[in-house]
């Protein structure tokens, strides 16, 4: 069955550096999302991506971060200047359209801020 | 905006005991109803979901939800568990059409013991 990967799978970085996770969605797929879940909280929407732009975003996805689709394949998340709050776990998902279309997810990015 | 809300947090059973989950959500519109399921060290897995028709579903691993619209609930359930459904369950939704990104319920941990 077709995956989404992420890499890396754990990644610690100090406070104020910059980090991009990347993830490679399923290959027909369209649209291409983040969440994050903070430990021991709820998954969180951060943003969706469509036709090379932003489709929605949420309220967490704020200035410091950024997404891009730098080739056919891959999908990046960039937090330009990481702080301690953003410690998470980062997921990646795709869907082959949007609305009620199945969203299927990577195993996540464990990003720890020091 | 809508909302879902997951009120056992963690439930312990034994082995062979049936399941409810609840799940409620807030949305005056027509929605998408998932059920997905994290094993320890995994990622999100869909167990399974509802966009419209009969409004009970059958899921992988035995596992079903029913929709009361009535009631504004998505309820999962499993007759009998075993221990390898130790997991946890989140609750998730979108709306049709419109937001295609997903609101996530809390979760809840179940712990099956042999």
């Known amino acids: 069955e077709p995956e989404v990967t992420q890499t890396p799978s754990h990644q610690v970085t100090q406070m104020g550096q910059e980090v991009i996770l990347r993830c490679v969605p399923i290959s027909n797929h369209l649209y291409f999302y983040w969440y994050r879940q903070i430990l021991g909280q709820k998954v969180e929407f951060l943003v969706s991506f469509y036709n090379n732009e932003i489709s929605e975003k949420s309220e967490i996805f704020d200035d410091q971060f950024s997404v891009e689709r730098p080739d056919g394949s891959n999908f990046t998340l960039k937090i330009r200047s990481t702080k301690l709050e953003d410690s998470a776990m980062y997921f990646c998902?795709?869907?082959?359209?949007?609305?009620?279309?199945?969203?299927?997810f990577g195993e996540g990015s464990w990003l720890t801020v020091v | 905006a809508q909302s879902v809300s997951q009120h056992n947090h963690h439930v312990i059973l034994s082995e062979a005991a049936s399941l409810e989950l609840g799940c409620n959500y807030s949305?005056?519109?027509?929605?998408?109803l998932f059920w997905y399921v994290q094993y320890p060290g995994q990622h999100l897995q869909l167990l399974l979901k509802y966009f419209s028709g009969d409004p009970l579903v059958k899921g992988i691993k035995g596992f079903e939800a029913e929709f009361i619209k009535s009631k504004f609930s998505f309820n999962l359930r499993k007759p009998s568990v075993q221990w390898s459904d130790t997991a946890e369950y989140f609750c998730?939704?979108?709306?049709?059409?419109?937001?295609?990104?997903?609101?996530f319920g809390s979760g809840t941990r179940l712990q099956v013991q042999p």
């Open positions: 998902a795709s869907s082959e359209r949007g609305g009620g279309n199945t969203i299927y």
């Open positions: 998730a939704v979108n709306t049709s059409p419109g937001r295609r990104a997903l609101t």
């Open positions: 949305y005056g519109g027509t929605v998408n």
